[in-house]
């Protein structure tokens, strides 16, 4: 059932949702690695969907998309940036993937003619599946978060595989709860550790208990405390690990650290690290924390919630690429959010992007919001505010340029005007059967792609390469029968496809602009705080340079 020699960490949630389990695997997963242990991560995320790439963001939140095409939960995004690694599909699961894999297995004949039963069957389906991304990153330890919160109905097969291996390796498993702590009181200091109770019973109900908790709270917990619960959830001393708020989340690992969170797990999986240290690690977040310079980035975006709350984590690895070239440049980015339909209602509220150093325009889909995000892009333009598109951002670019520049008045997308007499953005041919017979699920152009830079741009200039690769999640491009004359007209087309067919990033020249550069791609896919984007870095850098 296990795979000799590897050592298994799962990281599961108590008492709500939404608790930090990502960071708090991510942040497990950077602690080893920086002890010279190699590690993996995988996430498993219980609704039946196959993969994340049907969901709103507003929704589920970001999807992230791994170098193979695999649409995965932000999480992933997560594990990536904190390990500096690039992870694979395998790596990541759902309730429909497991169950369509052991259906497939089925109909194939694996089963040899035997009744498939949920248990044992789904379980085992998961193991295997940890043990390939094990042996595919040749790692020492997986370390496995389970979505959800302890006592749903919704992951309870993924407790049973936990169970199983424990069972028959208790020395080689080690479980994680990350539990809520909230505080009552006018000060609101006092700790309260019942949830933690009750949520550890619910781990006893499938013949769990946990090794260790993560205690998060907005303040750090005090030794009395960790003692209750250590002696209410038949833990040893030490076992208790405080997870207080903080205001960067690559903090968050120097504190499990300093806490003792390493030494208990080596000790439970019976494994002496090298010995390494986090000293690079605790240099980036002191650079981070300890940067000065302000610069104002405004995002214009459309995945909003009611009245002026922003739905952060539809845009996550946006926010944190911008932190990381901030980081990395001494600066610390203001990120403001500002609606894309706003400017379609009150053409005067474009002012307000004088008051900003820089304007990123991300990407997404649908209609809502365009005709704002196109005036942001002519207003930038015009008035010499960097501009950053990515993927849309820069799909949003050319129709505006088009427009204005080209004097194609009616320029515009298919995706939204499929009549437009000038679709200067269309859709890949090889995606119209797709549309048609309502394919949707993982077919658009997904995953890591070449591009050949053009020397001497912006763009050449930033990665210091001539050829890249990044990646993508979009069907349509720009269509090739106007490059000529967007060319013509000054748009730089200085990425493109191998080929030459695909137009991957389109700039204007520094003699015309700070900074005006959208790319089809999704930069903030690969930034990772010890090795920020090079496009983030050139553009907070046209930021800070230009600030007013």
Known sequence: ????????????????????????????????????????????????????????????????????????????????????????????MTTGSVYLSVIQKERNLEFGGKQVEVVPRIPLEIIERINKAVEKANAKVAITEIGGTVGEYENILFLEAVRMLKIKNPHDVVLVLVSYVPALGAGGNELKTKPTQHAVRSLNAVGLNPDIILARAHIPLDDKRKAKIEFMCSLEKGDVISAPNVGNIYEV????????????????????????????????????????????????????????????????????????????????????????????????????????????????????????????????????????????????????????????????????NPDTKNPVIDIMPEQKKNLKDKNFGATMRLGAYPALLKKGSIAAIAYGASEISERHRHRYEVNPEYIERLSKEGLVFSGTSPDGRLMEIAELPKSKHPFYLGAQFHPELKSRPLNPHPLFVAFIKACAAGKK
């Open 1 to 92: 059932m296990s795979k000799k020699g590897t050592k298994y960490i799962f990281v599961v949630g108590g008492v709500m949702s939404g608790v930090g389990k990502g960071v708090a695997s991510a942040s497990i997963g950077k602690i080893l690695q920086s002890r010279g242990v190699e590690v993996t991560a995988l996430k498993i995320d219980p609704y039946v969907n196959v993969d994340a790439g049907t969901m709103n963001p507003t929704e589920h939140g970001e999807v992230f998309v791994l170098d193979d095409g695999m649409e995965c939960d932000q999480d992933m995004g997560n594990y990536e940036r904190f390990l500096d690694r690039d992870l694979t599909r395998t790596n990541y």
């Open 253 to 416: 690992p120097v504190n499990f650290e300093n806490d003792g969170l390493g030494d208990r797990i080596f000790m439970k999986l019976d494994i002496v690290p090298p010995n390494k240290d986090m000293k690079e690690w605790r240099e980036m977040v002191t650079e981070m924390n300890n940067a000065t310079k302000s610069v104002r980035i405004g995002i214009v975006g459309k995945y909003f919630g009611t009245g002026e709350f922003v739905l952060e984590d539809s845009y996550i690895s946006v926010i944190e690429s911008v932190r990381h070239a901030g980081g990395a440049l001494g600066c610390k980015p203001e990120i403001i959010w500002l609606n894309s339909e706003q400017f379609e209602k009150d053409p005067k509220s474009l002012k307000e992007l004088d008051k900003f150093d820089g304007i990123i325009v991300p990407g997404g889909f649908g209609s809502r919001g365009i005709e704002g995000k196109i005036a942001v892009a002519e207003y930038c333009r015009k008035e010499k505010i960097p501009y950053f598109g990515l993927c849309y951002g820069m799909q949003i670019a050319t129709i505006e340029f088009s427009r204005n520049v080209l004097g194609l008045k009616d320029a515009h997308t298919t995706e939204i």
